[in-house]
């Protein structure tokens, strides 16, 4: 975790039992990501699927928004600035940043706790699950920009929210608000801003309660589903190995014993 000028620091990993917990940290710039961002949330995504006890990853934003997307202003700023003009040749690009977040073995949840604009609406639509608070707004600037978005980000909001609302979001470039975002699927709670941690906790402790191995081949295989990308070997496999897994028997053993499951 690097300062840089008073004005944040890289992503924040915390890591709580099972529960690991990422942080964009920059609140004065609206948590702007930028190349050096982008290469550490790669290390931390790669960090966290590395560990088997990690059962959730909440990704959330520091302050007031959570993150205005990448930072334009960047692409000036690194022919200056030793850190980042390193970072320009070996960090990730943003699209691959939200894939390696899309395939993360354990499910996501984006705690949305505020606004979220560029193409944080997309690393934040890469997540399982987004709860947002009853104020927070989206904002799809391309458009205006002049900007033809990247191919994956376009095949994720149409998969995911449909042709129609994708439409709606790249083509007008207009903001909409939590009730909209609601609407078209982009969220799929709002709750005042009091109660969203707590909530986001209900939905960690839902899951983190369930079987780890299953969960995350299921999670593996609905995505696969969604693009029409399904590996059916690969799948019909991990059906077959999860019919003589310890999960499963632990499973049974617990719900004829009418007790929580331990996995």
């Known amino acids: 975790m690097s300062e840089q000028n008073g004005i944040g620091t890289t992503p924040v990993l915390t890591i709580d039992g099972g529960l690991a917990t990422v942080r964009l940290n920059r609140p004065r710039q609206l948590n702007k990501l930028t190349a ?6 790669s290390e ?36 200056d600035n030793v850190e980042g003009a390193r970072a320009t ?6 699209e691959t940043v939200c894939d390696e977040l899309e395939r993360l073995g354990p499910p996501t ?10 193409g944080a609406t997309d690393l934040a639509l890469t997540c399982d699950f987004r709860i947002g608070v009853d104020t927070c707004e989206m904002f799809m600037p391309a458009a205006r920009l002049g900007l033809h978005y990247y191919k994956g980000g376009m095949t994720r909001f149409v998969t995911r929210l449909g ?3 994708a439409k709606k979001l790249f083509l007008t470039a207009r903001k909409i608000g ?20 707590g909530r986001v906790e209900e939905l960690v402790a839902t899951i983190a309660g369930n079987a780890p191995l299953a969960i995350r081949g299921m999670k593996r295989s609905l995505n696969e589903i969604a693009r029409n990308q399904l590996d059916a070997a690969a799948a019909d496999q991990r059906h077959d190995e999860s019919l003589i897994g ?11 014993a009418k007790r929580s499951p331990r996995f």
Not at 36 to 41: F, G, I, N, Q
């Open 36 to 41: 050096v961002d982008l290469a550490s949330l």
């Open 89 to 94: 040749t070996a960090s990730p690009s943003f």
């Open 109 to 118: 949840i984006c705690m949305l706790n505020g606004g979220v604009y560029g």
């Open 178 to 197: 939590a009730r909209e975002m609601l609407e078209i699927g982009y969220l799929d709670e709002i709750v005042p801003a009091e109660r969203l941690a």
């Open 44 to 79: 931390t995504f790669a960090k966290v699927n590395a560990d088997p006890s990690i059962r959730v990853l909440v990704l959330t934003g520091t302050g007031r928004a959570f993150s205005a997307g990448y930072d334009l202003g960047d692409i000036a700023a690194r022919i």
């Open 163 to 165: 042709l129609g609302a």
């Open 246 to 256: 310890a999960e499963l028997r632990e499973g049974s053993a617990a719900f004829a």
